[in-house]
């Protein structure tokens, strides 16, 4: 049966109110129970049924009364005057301080607390101890991390990812390449077949225009430099034929000067020495310099009138030829040369010798540079592949930072302008760029200062030396045309009895000299005698007055006997001389060679340390005798 | 003798002005303007009692001796009176 209960309602009623009202309860249905549904059903027995004994309990919610807090400052009345004065009246306070100040027990305290008082006052008086004591001092910066350098790219040819941004298509191969520093989309560079081309970035990578052939250089154009002009376009080239060419790029069908590097100053190319790197600064445009193959360096003044007077002066140190010549940015008057194995440093002033030089290391030095930001750091780069940074106020005897870049030789090296970053180039063409810590690319606080001073005494002990030697060989000069005409000629020798007389001496004189410093070592303290800071003093030690003094000798007689002998009365001068020195600040003892023009067997090649003609007894073509350890380049 | 010891204090180089405040925190003797000393006399009253309670708490036989405010113009010194007596 189904129990229903129906409502109705009319939809035009809804929404009308309802009035509920009460009715008595009616039974709606009522439903007996039916017993036939029993047998349904299971009895069950027994029935689990929960109890549970706890007390009643009932949740209840209670919010606390909030109460309002607030800030406020307390203004400081007067008060804790006892209850029968007024503050406000004077008179009362006043007889009420009496009072207290004549109480015994007041006086007591105040005698006790005076003291104390007291001595914390003269205390405060005596010292401040809260005194800034290092206000001024700026703390130095110490560079505790030792000198690094990491390398940020290595752009090898054949790896694809690595594309050069343009390609420059000479005709022949190219030597040397430089920007322009005006215009920075243009180049110059020199050729292997001695022209001269340039380029404009902009149009390509074949050259814009190249130089003629028969008026360009005879030999690959080693060095092409660009000129300071208002116009931006003129540039000068040097090769090794000798000749120095100024150009306008605008017209490279003729150079527009030539100079001939005859140190004779008589303009004969057959005199010429081969220019192997230029150098040019362009706060002096009138004078430029050249590193020559001979290893001499040429200074040349361009506006000079005749060509003989172009030259201004050369500077003769290396054994080979000078692969790399720079002015140092701070200090023009000083230039760095590279070559052979060492670097030399060099003052303007003084003509015969390099004011400082690198040890000579066992191999060939390829390129060098200053550093842009530090007036005393440069580098070099080594035919073994090595790139040194040195530091010449901090060490002398070694880099700072030596580096092995890669296994073959590198042959080039470029600093940015920020002195940063580094590039080298190596024989193989690998380019690798390394920028160094910050230790050795930020100006310290008196390094200006301190290379001024280093630069100034170095150039003052050369010039000293220079003066001494001159004083000596005038003395030679005036002994030996007192001894009357000295046997002029001598029995032709052959070369190998040259060559072993040359070694009987060298032997003969380094002897002489360690016996030499033993004996001063037993005389005079160590401090005077060892040089701060020489060049390869471990194994040759020879004083360069005594080595250019037995080279005069030589130049007169070209007596082996005469030459020994002229050792041996050195040596007790020496010790005189050693005092001497000492005024001197440092006492460099270097190599140095005797450089004559050759051992007296062939007459022409007199003088001029030019290349070794073909006489085939000439064993010395120029500076370093000991020929079979020279790279030699005069070979005819 | 009172007056002498007040006034050598006074005398010291470096010292602006002096107060002497009783246990009511009233300046009995000061060298400085009433508005001043008063000022003074309730701040430092309350520090130093709050100071001595400091040192008491953490060690109840010390005892404040001397109470030194250093600030970035001057410094004020409190010698406070001592209450409690020394350990033998």
């Known amino acids: ?636 | 003798m009172m007056e002498e010891t007040l006034k050598r204090i006074q005398a010291h180089k470096g010292v602006i002005g002096t107060v002497v405040i009783n246990a009511e925190g009233i300046p009995i003797r000061t060298t400085l303007d009433n508005s001043t000393s008063v000022q003074y006399a309730g701040l430092l009253h309350q520090l130093t009692m709050k100071a001595r309670s400091t040192v008491r708490d953490i060690d109840p036989q010390n005892d404040l001796t001397f109470l030194r405010i250093r600030s970035k113009k001057h410094e004020i010194m409190v010698a406070p009176v001592l209450k409690a007596a020394n350990p033998f």
């Open chain 1, 1 to 636: 049966m189904e129990i229903m209960y129906v409502y109705t309602r009319k939809r035009s009623e809804f929404g009308r109110p309802c009035s509920f009202s009460d009715r008595p309860a009616k039974v709606s249905v009522d439903i007996p129970p039916d017993p036939g549904m029993a047998s349904g059903f299971v009895l069950r027995n027994p029935v689990d049924s929960a109890v549970q004994h706890t007390s009643d309990m009932s949740e209840h919610e209670v919010n606390t009364e909030r109460v309002e807090v607030e800030s406020r400052g307390v203004n400081h009345v007067e008060g804790g005057w006892p209850k029968d004065i007024n503050p406000q009246e004077v008179e009362q306070t006043i007889r009420f301080r009496k009072k207290v100040e004549k109480d015994e027990n007041y006086v007591n305290t105040i005698m006790h607390l005076g003291a104390l008082m007291e001595h914390c006052v003269k205390q405060n008086n005596a010292i401040n101890i809260y005194e800034e004591y290092f206000e001024d001092e700026e703390m130095a910066e110490l560079e505790d991390e030792p000198p690094s350098a990491k390398t940020i790219n290595v752009i090898r040819s054949g790896v694809r990812y690595q594309e050069p941004e343009l390609v420059l298509k000479p005709s022949s191969p190219l030597v040397c390449l430089e920007y322009n520093p005006k215009d920075s989309h243009v180049l110059v560079g020199g050729c292997y077949n001695g022209q001269l081309a340039y380029w404009d970035t902009r149009k390509g990578g074949l050259p814009v225009e190249l130089s003629t052939v028969e008026v360009s250089h005879r030999d690959p154009v080693y060095g092409a430099v660009w000129l300071q002009s208002k116009t931006g376009t003129e540039c000068f080239s040097a090769s090794t034929d000798g000749q120095v060419l100024w150009w306008d790029i605008r017209k490279l069908s003729e150079p527009t000067e030539t100079l001939v590097l005859d140190i004779t100053r008589k303009g004969l190319r057959e005199n010429a020495l081969g220019a192997v790197t230029l150098e040019f600064e362009p706060t002096m445009p009138t004078k430029f310099m050249v590193g020559t193959e001979q290893g001499i360096v040429i200074a040349c003044n361009r506006k000079a009138k005749t060509p003989s007077e172009k030259i201004t002066s050369t500077y003769s140190g290396h054994h080979g030829p000078v692969y790399a010549l720079s002015r140092n940015p701070f200090y023009p008057k000083v230039f760095l040369t590279v070559g052979d194995w060492t670097a030399r440093i060099w003052s303007e002033e003084t003509k015969e010798s390099s004011i400082m030089w690198t040890k000579y290391h066992l191999s060939y030095l390829t390129d060098g540079c200053w550093s842009t930001v530090r007036p005393a750091v440069f580098f070099t780069t080594r035919s073994d592949g090595t790139l040194d940074v040195w530091d010449f106020l901090f060490k002398q005897k070694d880099p700072s930072l030596s580096l092995k870049v890669c296994d073959e030789p590198l042959a080039s090296l470029r600093l940015q302008d920020n002195g940063c970053v580094v590039g080298c180039g190596s024989k193989l063409g690998t380019i690798t760029l390394l920028e160094i810590s910050s230790g050795l690319c930020t100006l310290q606080r008196n390094e200006k200062t301190l290379a001024t001073a280093m630069f100034e005494r170095e150039t003052k002990r050369e010039k000293i030396l220079e003066a001494r030697h001159r004083e000596m060989r005038l003395k030679e000069r005036a002994r030996s045309e007192g001894q009357g005409t000295e046997v002029e000629e001598r029995p032709m020798e052959s070369p190998q009895e040259v060559l072993d007389r040359a070694r009987r001496d060298f032997f003969e004189v380094i002897e002489a000299e360690l016996q030499r410093r033993a004996q001063a070592e037993t005389h005079h303290p160590r401090g005077k005698v060892p040089g701060t800071g020489g060049a390869g003093s471990d194994s040759l030690p020879w004083r360069r007055g005594r080595g250019s003094a037995s080279a005069s000798q030589l130049k007169n007689h070209a007596g082996e006997e005469a030459a020994a002998k002229g050792e041996e009365s050195q040596l007790p001068r020496d010790e005189e001389e050693e005092e001497e020195d000492a005024k001197v600040s440092a006492l460099q003892l270097r190599v140095a060679f005797p450089p004559p023009p050759c051992w007296g067997c062939c007459s022409s090649c007199g003088e001029g340390p030019g290349r070794a003609r073909g006489v085939s007894a000439c064993v010395g073509g120029s500076r370093g005798s000991l020929t079979p350890l020279l790279p030699s380049l005069q070979e005819p």
